[in-house]
Nanobody, 126 residues
Framework: QVQLVESGGGLVQAGGSLGLSCAAS????????MGWFRQAPGQEREFVAA????????YYADSVKGRFTISRDNAKNTVYLQMNSLKPEDTAVYYC???????????????????WGQGTQVTVSP
């Protein structure tokens, strides 16, 4: 079992930056693929970024490619999402998620992930 807690959300002006963290507790984090998703009001939850267990492979949604960076520190049981050049359309609740299938390449579908954090709000003003 893995518990995930996101932090770092907030209010920022368009063009600004925010860094999100997701701290994991429980066993197995260092072997799990991890993902970031987001959900805006009235919208479906959508894939943002994912990273494999070692951090050597990363994947991004087209809408954030070149602006967001996912990374992880297995010694600290933490995954990060650095968000630059933020746009109002990035406004959403951001969730981190873990896939319990150790050493698997990360996937983009939310149903592939077993553990979820409670989410952190990111609001980008025009």
């Amino acid at each position: 079992q893995v518990q995930l807690v996101e932090s770092g959300g907030g209010l920022v002006q368009a063009g600004g930056s925010l860094g999100l963290s997701c701290a994991a507790s429980g066993r197995g984090f260092s072997s799990y693929p991890m993902g970031w998703f987001r959900q805006a009001p009235g919208q479906e939850r959508e894939f943002v970024a994912a990273i494999n267990w070692s951090g050597s492979n990363t994947y991004y949604a087209d809408s954030v490619k070149g602006r967001f960076t996912i990374s992880r520190d297995n010694a600290k049981n933490t995954v990060y999402l650095q968000m630059n050049s933020l746009k109002p359309e990035d406004t959403a609740v951001y969730y981190c998620a873990a896939d319990h299938r150790a050493f698997k390449l990360p996937l983009r579908a939310s149903y592939e992930y077993d553990y979820w954090g409670q989410g952190t709000q990111v609001t980008v003003s025009p």
